[in-house]
């Protein structure tokens, strides 16, 4: 559908931003948030721990050796996040689920598409209020980090990097998660293809050796874990960043344009 | 104020609404009246700008619904068949929320929103999460969300669906309140609901309109003839075949008798007024006369007259859609 009309952005904004903060709302007001933002700080801590167990022989036998010291961020950060990943891959499905699939259900979806609202603000909405809840539960994961800075001597800028990387990451598995619940009505449906679209987006370069030199570049490309690697090691590589945002740029665009076609299709 | 003109709405080879026109002006009550699965949801959808149209287009308060679905979507409020409310919300907080996606100025939602609740009597349960309200008051939201920026035009599907005599005569009132500066059309398939707060009625039958009118002239459009109701006392004679003789009656059939006392009813040429002839006969036969009166077609009778006819012939129907 084509829209003639003139890009107003006060309103606009003040439209995402009111659709946004109704979705975060809506998490924390079901158990949705609870659960998530629990499991997740509840894994997190289990590998924060078990690779800090893992490190702290590793710099003990380092010390005795007398070699040279062990890196905080190189060997215990980096792993912890890349490993986190996984955890993401899990428990971000179930913050998409609804998304879409739970309007359509209860029939709300009518009051949004009758108000004066562009799909786009109510799709950039529900992604940012998604966004602000992945953001909660990455802050869980800030007072792990702040112990480090209290024993330990950490580089920060690394850090900060891996969060930016985090963030995008996350927010190319949301993009992924609005379009698969844009697709149905049904949760468990959404909830399961999310999942197997994430783990094949995480495990789609595992094939890549085998493979021709075009082929490989390809799947690793594609990988959406991959992309972090250099996050963690502090680098913002434009490579990375520009895959990133446009991945999620594309999840925003088929979204809308799914949502348009199930008009069509009434 | 609302103008549609040859809508047509198909699901795959299903066609739900057939080439649908007709208009509605300023401050008039439209009633949509038709059997489930008519098709009055899906014009109304259309209207609303919730689906685009296959064929044909809506105009709504001036701007086309497919070409400018914003400007007409600020002017309008809608009421779906199923209340769109956040279980998780409270009422008043659902109706906050909504003053801000359609654009209720912040410095005036406050005001609105209380405005509404009152005018729709749900100010005692404003901090109630709506998943816990009864149908009643769920369907009182939803009519509340639809009038929180006081749109120029209010669509409301089946709006008293659920609610209880009390309820449903309130509802009805505050709609026909509301008539006067707000263009309305309501949908609904229960008959008395449209004499009583329509000023027009537009009736649908398998997704095409089959009579557009006012209440009144539609009862009186339907007759071919007009009809006389008599009862009088006449024991032993044949009443009957008098009144039959008379100028200008056509028809004359005997509808009940019990004992001396008969009832007939006496069809005339239309837009001839027989009853001074009618009476004046029967007093100079020495008959008692108990009871002279127009017969007129319940919006029931009409409604299964049109909807039957329809099915019947569907060249007539087509005429009438023309309308």
């Known amino acids: 559908m084509r829209r003639r009309r003139k890009p107003q952005w006060r309103p606009a904004l003040s439209n995402i931003w009111a659709i946004a903060q109704k979705e975060l709302k809506g998490y924390f007001a079901s158990p949705i948030a609870y659960i998530v933002i629990g499991l997740f700080a509840l894994m997190f801590g289990y590998f924060f721990y078990a690779l800090l167990v893992y490190f702290d022989r590793q710099a003990m036998q380092m010390a005795a050796g007398g070699g040279q010291s062990v890196n905080v961020n190189e060997q215990l950060i980096r792993p912890v996040f890349l490993n986190a990943n996984v955890i993401f891959l899990f428990v971000l499905p179930m913050v998409t689920m609804r998304i879409y699939a739970e309007e359509k259900r209860s029939g709300t979806i009518e009051l949004l598409l009758t108000s004066p609202l562009t799909d786009f603000q109510i799709i950039a909405g529900k992604f940012a209020g998604a966004m602000a809840l992945y953001a909660a539960m990455l802050a869980v994961t800030l007072p792990h980090v702040a112990v480090l800075f209290w024993f330990g001597n950490p580089e920060w800028i690394p850090i900060v990097v891996t969060y930016l990387g985090l963030l995008l990451m996350g927010g190319c598995f949301i993009s992924v998660g609005l379009l698969i619940s844009s697709l149905t009505k049904n949760q468990i449906v959404a909830v399961m293809a999310t999942f197997t679209v994430f783990l094949m987006l995480w495990v789609i370069n595992w094939i890549a050796s085998f493979t021709g030199p075009t082929t490989q570049a390809v799947l690793n490309y594609l990988s959406i874990t991959d992309h972090l690697d250099d996050f963690t090691r502090g680098v913002i590589d434009t490579k990375h960043l520009v895959y990133y945002v446009s991945f999620i740029a594309l999840g925003l665009y088929l979204t809308m344009q799914s949502v348009d076609s199930e008009r069509w299709r009434g | ?323």
């Open chain 2, 1 to 323: 104020m609302i103008e549609v003109q040859h809508l047509t709405k198909r699901y795959g080879p299903f066609t739900a609404v057939d080439d649908v026109s007709f208009k509605a002006e300023r401050g008039e009550i439209l009633g949509f009246l038709g059997p489930n699965g008519a098709g009055k949801t899906t014009t109304m959808r259309v209207l609303t700008g919730y689906m685009p149209p296959t064929e044909g287009k809506a105009i709504v308060a001036g701007y086309d619904v497919l070409e400018q679905p914003i400007e007409a979507k600020r002017r309008t409020g809608y009421l779906p068949e199923t209340p769109p409310l956040y279980p998780d919300m409270t009422a008043r907080d659902y109706l906050t929320f909504c003053a801000r996606i359609k654009g209720v100025p912040r410095s005036e939602r406050t005001s609105r929103v209380g405005a509404v609740m009152e005018r729709t009597r749900i100010a005692d349960v404003a901090d109630k999460h709506c998943g816990k309200l009864s149908k009643g008051y769920r369907q009182r939201v939803g009519l509340a969300q639809a009038l929180l920026h006081n749109p120029e035009v209010l669509i409301l599907d089946e709006p008293t669906a659920g609610l209880d005599p009390k309820q449903i005569i309130e509802t009805r009132e505050l709609i026909k309140e509301l008539g006067g500066d707000h263009t309305i059309i309501l949908s609904t398939h229960i008959l008395p609901e449209v004499s009583q707060t329509c000023n027009r009625i537009v009736i649908i039958n398998r997704g095409r309109v089959v009579a557009v009118d006012t209440p009144d002239n539609l009862t009186a459009r339907l007759r071919g003839s007009e009809t006389m109701y008599v009862q009088l006392d006449a024991l032993g004679a044949d009443a009957g075949n008098a009144l039959s003789t008379l100028p200008g009656v056509t028809r004359v059939s005997e509808s009940d008798r019990r004992d001396s006392i008969i009832g007939y009813e006496v069809e005339s040429e239309s837009g001839r007024d027989i009853r001074r002839d009618l009476a004046a006969s029967i007093v100079g036969h020495g008959w008692g006369l108990l009871e002279l009166r127009p017969m007129r077609l319940s919006l029931e009778e009409i409604f299964l007259q049109v909807t039957t006819e329809d099915a019947a012939a569907p060249e007539a129907a087509v005429e009438a859609s023309v309308e």
